[in-house]
Structure formats: C-alpha cells, structure tokens
C-alpha cells in the first residue's frame, strides 16, 4: 500500500470526515474554543497545532501524541483501554491519557479517535448511580432492619460441626485463634474449617431491636451527597472501554503526507486550505472536513474527502460525504480514494456531483486533483 508508512510516523488525525455522533460532539466542542478567536480561523492546520495551543486546547488529537497512545494501547491486554472509576470522587477516568499529557478525563479525545477509526467503543460496564446526583458515582449499598429501620444489622450463620453433629450460631465458635479452635459441644480441636465445618444456614440480626430475618432491606447510599435511594430508582451509567481496531490503522491514518501534499496544491491555485476544518452547514451543524480550500479571487470552494476502506467504499461512506456535501453546499466536492468502489457508488456520487479520484498510489491521486483543479480553472481562467 502506498500511504503505508512506518508506525513511528503513523498519523491518527485523518479521517475526521465520519459524520458519527459521538466523533461529531466531541469534535464541535473542540473547535468551539478556537472559533472564538478569529485570529485562528485562517491559521493552517498545522500551525493551529502549535505548542502553546495543545495545552490550551486538552481536547484536540494531534497526530503524535495519538501514535504515542496507540504505541501504549498497543502493550495493553486485549489492546483495550479500560476505565478507572474513582469512587471518592465519582469520576470516570483512563489514566493512560496523562501519559501522553491529556488530562486522563478527556473522553472526547478517545471519542475523536473512535471517529478516526482508530479506536472501537464498547460498554464496559452499568453502574447504578444516585437518580439525583447522576453525575457521582459513588454508592454504596447499605442493609437495614426492616422492623426498626436501624443500620446496626448484623449477619449471622449456623455452624455445624461435622464431627459430633452439633449446630449453633456462629457466634458460639470461637475461631479467633486460627490454631487452636475448638468445637463448643465435643471440645475437640477444628484444625480445617472448610472441612470441619458446614453452614447450613444464613439469616441477620438487629443489634437494637432483636429482630431476625431472612432478608435485610437493601438500599443504595449516595457517598457523596449522603442520602439512599431505592435500588430500582438508580440510574444506569454506561462506561465503555476502547479496543484498538488494528486492521483499520495502517489504512485510515496514513493519510497525512497526501492531505499536505494536496494541500499546498490548492495553496498553489491560490486557494485558502485548511486540513480537518471545521466548517458549519446551513442547518449550524459543524462539520469537520480533511481537506478544505476556498479561492481567495472567486470564493469559490472546495471539500475534499480521504476515504480508505479495506473493503472499498460502500454506499455508507458516501452518506457521510453526501451529509456535509448538501448541509455546506460547495462549488466542488472530491472524494480520494486508493480503493476500490463497490458498485451504486459511483451513480451515487454522479447524482450528487461528488466526483471521485480512484487511483492506486499518491502520486497518481495528487495528478489527478491537479488536473481537476486545473480544468475547473482553465474554465473560468480570470479567476484564478
Ligand atoms: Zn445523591
Ligand atoms: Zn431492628
Ligand atoms: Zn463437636
């Protein structure tokens, strides 16, 4: 493969294009921050990625710390990042992230990563949280009384002793010194208790009231806000996990050295270009475009999507091209790609007037939306 470089060189902020939910939040509130500041909106890509600016935008995926992530995910087990939940301060947390100096709570730059397909995003587990404070997800479950409602329960067995056959409460077995135990009844010495001892039954039993019962009442306590709530009335938090998808790696993320290269072509037909530009439709929408240029004569413009999809490019990826494509309504709209067109796609394509370049190495690509831009301009040549 052509775009196949070396994994030290690998680059994950590719194709951003995927119009996905959870990629697309994450990747609007990203970019809310820099729009603010419109000394950024005609700053190139790749100077928006300067030093100073990565600290200041924590959520924002830049091609090495995303390889230095997955050069770390890569020594984990199953490939997958797992979540740290820290019940103290009821906050979901992947500590990996600060190795790589995000701050280790930034799931929209995992979520970014899923958009990229680089990542794969599955649940990891429910919590029941608090249904008023949904956001802690420190609970706990506390057992009471039913008859006096008091915490002070206690959970009692029977016990057994194989031996002579007498049975007790657990609390007539003395097993406080592990050597030397002895059964209440016979008085000889139980060495084994798994082997010497049977429990033939489980109850509790109210410190005040007496009580005794088979089954405690269970409540969930909110830890931090300090108040039960009923079981049933928990809410459920989904944590997820992140799987690296290695068969998709080597094919999306080496797209880097063909969106610069195309990149200072436009710059070169006197466009304006930015890479993985975040544009708004006409329904406010953001959308996020690998490759973006718009003449600094005409204002005409042009959205060029990278797609590259061992399977070849089905209807699906045409969705997610045809989304932007009609909510920004562009004068041109490419789609490269090195692999194959599975069929309806290029009808498809025609109907909407994306045209698309399919050729088999990066160089032949780059030629081609040469001439593409070339032809447009010889077309109306004064506005170049
Ligand atoms: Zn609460
Ligand atoms: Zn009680
Ligand atoms: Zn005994």
């Not at 030093?51 to 490939?79: G, Y």
């Not at 005409?298 to 209807?315: P, R, T, V, Y």
């Not at 309806?344 to 109907?351: R, T, W």
Request: aromatic residues 10%; contains cysteine; charged residues 25%.
């Amino acid at each position: 493969m052509i775009f196949r470089r070396k994994s030290s060189e690998l680059s994950s902020f590719e194709t951003k294009s995927d119009s996905k939910s959870s990629g697309f939040q994450s990747i609007s509130s990203i970019f809310k921050g820099n729009s603010d500041d419109p000394s950024l909106e005609s700053v190139p890509e790749y100077a928006i990625e300067s030093e100073h600016l990565i600290e200041t935008e924590p959520a924002k995926p830049s091609p090495n710390k995303s390889v230095r992530l997955i050069q770390e995910i890569q020594k984990l087990p199953d490939k997958t990042i797992i979540p740290f939940v820290d019940y103290n301060e009821g906050q979901l947390l992947y500590p990996i992230l600060s190795e790589i100096g995000q701050s280790s709570d930034n799931l929209s730059y995992l979520d970014g990563l899923v958009s990229d397909g680089i990542l794969e995003k599955k649940i990891y587990e429910k919590l029941i949280v608090c249904p008023i404070h949904s956001d802690t997800f420190s609970s706990s479950v506390r057992l009471y009384c039913p008859k006096c409602h008091s915490m002070d329960v206690e959970k009692l067995n029977l016990f057994e002793h194989k031996k002579c056959g007498y049975i007790t409460e657990s609390s007539n077995f003395d097993f406080s010194d592990n050597e030397k135990s002895y059964c209440p009844s016979c008085k000889k010495p139980i060495t084994n208790f798994e082997k010497e001892i049977r429990v033939p039954a489980m109850w509790y039993q109210c410190n005040d009231c007496s009580e005794k019962f088979d089954d405690a009442v269970v409540k969930l306590h909110c830890r931090k806000y300090e108040h039960d709530f009923d079981t049933n009335s928990g809410q459920f938090v989904s944590t997820f996990r992140y799987k690296l998808k290695n068969s998709e790696i080597s094919v999306n993320s080496d797209t880097s050295e063909i969106k610069d290269e195309i990149q200072k072509l436009l710059v070169g037909f006197n466009f304006d270009s930015h890479l993985n530009y975040s544009i708004q439709g006409k329904s406010n929408n953001i959308h996020e475009i690998p490759i973006y240029g718009k003449n600094k004569t005409s204002g005409e413009s042009i959205l060029i999507f990278i797609k590259n999809q061992s399977h070849g490019i089905d209807q699906t990826d045409m969705n997610s091209i045809l989304v932007p494509k009609l909510d920004i309504g562009p004068t041109h709209t490419l789609l490269i790609t090195v692999s194959a067109i599975t069929d309806g796609v290029e009808q498809l394509a025609k109907h909407y007037g994306i045209y698309i370049i399919c050729e088999p190495d990066s160089s032949q690509i780059i030629s081609a939306v040469e001439e593409f831009v070339s032809e447009w301009y010889s077309k109306n040549g004064d506005k170049k």
